[in-house]
């Protein structure tokens, strides 16, 4: 039990501040999982290659790839730089998207609710299976959360009384610009909700700090250079821009990434554990003095922070690409509700009330997640890790490997000599410094012909799925091996075959 003398004390923020590096950094050695992982590690590896790609035009697999600013790009590759081509490295400007967010939950809870709730918010938000997932994973999702929620705090801290305001804004506005240089447009959806969750619970005060007209402007001016070098560089990239990334988000995506309208509900109900029945509870004992209120005292009553929370639920609901990570951003804000409900009530951190045994609870299943991924990593599907698979290629003697699915994490774990067959054409732009698409994407018709030239044993990486019906040029690999009768080495979802 954390002493209830002046909670939270020093040494409460400082055993607080400790547990949640260790559990954040617990487990983070597993595979890269595929592809987002792979496509992440790949493109930061590709950017280090100065002599052969321009450091502004991403490519992966030495095909220009424009779908993300560069920033996550640039960030991955410094900290290979740093520390290394390992998980870890790869896996670091996530972990320090986290350290930026529960920094921002602290602040904007303790200038809201006081420093109680703000230990409390910071608790609630690392204990989170979503936030403690997304430190966990290669994604630009985690680090814009953490510019965001960064900015948010230095934005609404503004107050026009109080001594240098402006500095606070546009401190604020640059962290919500790194947002955007994270992943575009998605960092405009937190600043849309957080605008109408102001405005609906009457929260001028909060709106006038924000100056949410003039943060659009400034994000949009700062952040728009890139997208301007490269149009002016590859006009084709307009089309791309306008149509693919912008409009076919909203409309249908190209990759798909389709759910039912309630996806992201569920993914909320889910992943945003074990900390929102809080809120739920705090709802139905407040629900009668709610429902006589007159309508300016509901409005005030309201949670402007599970407002904002749901707001980024709703906005991603009517777009039509849905992807499990879109929402994180509204959690930090369901975070800052939750423990300033618990403030009210706790005066420390006691195992023998509810909020600390919730947090034990949640702790424990992150614990032992954290022991069961790295068992499971090769058994995912199409989300599994090619490390384990490539590891054996390489101790049999391969040479290169040939992949029937886009495994770009194979090029991370094994070295250049990798080829993907029969991949739809990558090509977003034509005239991409160092993009040569035949290095290693082949068609079915020259997969073949190229294994029997290839100067180096070849073995291929077939996916568990395509085990009992394969591809014609997968026949005839098999057909013509140098030990027809062998069975293939199997791992996970993966079988390996020495094709030459």
Same mark, same amino acid.
């Given at each position: 039990?954390?002493?209830?003398?002046?909670?939270?004390?020093?040494?409460?923020?400082?055993?607080?501040?400790?547990?949640?590096?260790?559990?954040?950094?617990l487990g983070r050695g597993h595979g890269l999982l595929e592809p987002d992982e792979g496509r992440y590690a790949n493109m930061a590896e590709e950017w280090m290659e100065f002599d052969e790609h321009s450091w502004t035009e991403p490519t992966l697999s030495d095909v220009g790839h424009f779908d993300k600013p560069p920033l996550i790009y640039w960030l991955t590759g410094s900290s290979f730089l740093a520390f290394g081509r390992n998980e870890f490295a790869a896996r670091f400007?996530?972990?320090?998207?986290?350290?930026?967010?529960?920094?921002?939950?602290?602040?904007?809870?303790?200038?809201?609710?006081?420093?109680?709730?703000?230990?409390?918010?910071?608790?609630?938000?690392?204990?989170t299976a979503q936030f403690w997932a997304l430190t966990h994973l290669l994604s630009p999702d985690m680090l814009m959360c953490g510019f965001v929620t960064l900015g948010a705090a230095f934005c609404l801290r503004a107050a026009k009384d109080q001594p240098r305001t402006w500095l606070w804004w546009l401190t604020g506005a640059l962290f919500w610009t790194l947002g955007?240089?994270?992943?575009?447009?998605?960092?405009?959806?937190?600043?849309?909700?957080?605008?109408l969750a102001l405005l609906v619970t009457g929260r001028r005060d909060l709106t006038a700090n924000l100056r949410p007209v003039l943060l659009l402007l400034v !994000?949009?001016?700062?952040?728009?250079?890139?997208?301007?070098?490269? @149009?002016? +560089?590859? #006009?084709? &990239?307009?089309?791309?821009? =306008?149509?693919?990334?912008?409009?076919?988000?909203?409309?249908?995506?190209?990759?798909?990434?389709?759910?039912?309208?309630?996806?992201?509900?569920?993914?909320?109900?889910?992943?945003?554990?074990?900390?929102?029945?809080?809120?739920?509870?705090?709802? !139905?004992?407040?629900?009668?003095?709610?429902?006589?209120?007159?309508? @300016?005292? +509901?409005? #005030?009553? &309201?949670?402007?922070?599970? =407002?904002?929370?749901?707001?980024?639920?709703?906005?991603?609901?009517?777009?039509?690409?849905?992807?499990?990570?879109?929402?994180?951003?509204?959690?930090?804000?369901?975070?800052?509700?939750?423990?300033?409900?618990?403030?009210?009530?706790?005066?420390?951190?006691d195992l023998r009330r509810l909020p600390a045994r919730i947090a034990a609870a949640g702790t424990l299943v992150l614990f032992i997640t954290a022991l069961i991924v790295p068992r499971i990593e090769m058994s995912l599907g199409?989300?599994?890790?090619?490390?384990?698979?490539?590891?054996?290629?390489?101790?049999?003697?391969?040479?290169?490997?040939?992949?029937?699915?886009?495994?770009?994490?194979?090029?991370?774990?094994?070295?250049?000599?990798?080829?993907?067959?029969?991949?739809?054409?990558?090509?977003?732009?034509?005239?991409?410094?160092?993009?040569?698409?035949?290095?290693?994407?082949?068609?079915?018709?020259?997969?073949?012909?190229?294994?029997?030239?290839?100067?180096?044993?070849?073995?291929?990486?077939?996916?568990?799925?395509?085990?009992?019906?394969?591809?014609k040029w997968t026949r005839q690999l098999l057909s013509t091996r140098p030990d027809p009768n062998s069975e293939p080495l199997r791992i996970g979802d993966f079988y390996l075959w020495r094709v030459h």
């Open positions: 039990m954390l002493e209830r003398s002046a909670f939270p004390s020093r040494n409460a923020w400082i055993v607080l501040i400790f547990f949640l590096l260790a559990l954040h950094l400007p996530s972990l320090l998207g986290g350290i930026l967010a529960l920094i921002g939950v602290g602040l904007l809870a303790a200038q809201l609710h006081g420093k109680k709730a703000a230990w409390w918010s910071v608790l609630v938000a690392g204990t955007w240089w994270t992943k575009a447009t998605a960092a405009l959806v937190p600043l849309g909700a957080l605008t !994000v949009l001016i700062l952040g728009s250079p890139w997208y301007l070098l490269m @149009v002016s +560089k590859h #006009h084709e &990239l307009w089309d791309f821009f =306008l149509h693919r990334e912008l409009a076919g988000r909203v409309t249908g995506h190209v990759d798909g990434r389709h759910g039912f309208p309630g996806y992201h509900i569920v993914v909320a109900l889910a992943f945003w554990l074990p900390w929102w029945p809080v809120i739920a509870v705090s709802a !139905v004992r407040n629900w009668k003095q709610w429902r006589t209120a007159s309508w @300016v005292g +509901k409005r #005030h009553l &309201l949670s402007w922070e599970v =407002l904002t929370a749901l707001g980024v639920i709703a906005i991603y609901s009517f777009v039509s690409s849905k992807l499990i990570t879109y929402i994180l951003p509204g959690l930090p804000f369901l975070a800052i509700a939750v423990g300033s409900v618990i403030a009210r009530t706790e005066t420390a951190f199409r989300n599994s890790s090619i490390r384990e698979a490539v590891a054996m290629a390489k101790e049999n003697g391969a040479g290169r490997i040939v992949c029937d699915e886009f495994w770009p994490g194979a090029e991370f774990y094994f070295g250049e000599f990798v080829w993907f067959v029969d991949v739809k054409n990558l090509m977003q732009a034509q005239t991409v410094r160092g993009q040569i698409p035949s290095k290693h994407f082949l068609s079915k018709d020259q997969v073949v012909r190229a294994v029997r030239k290839s100067d180096r044993p070849v073995w291929l990486v077939q996916y568990e799925g395509h085990f009992s019906d394969p591809q």
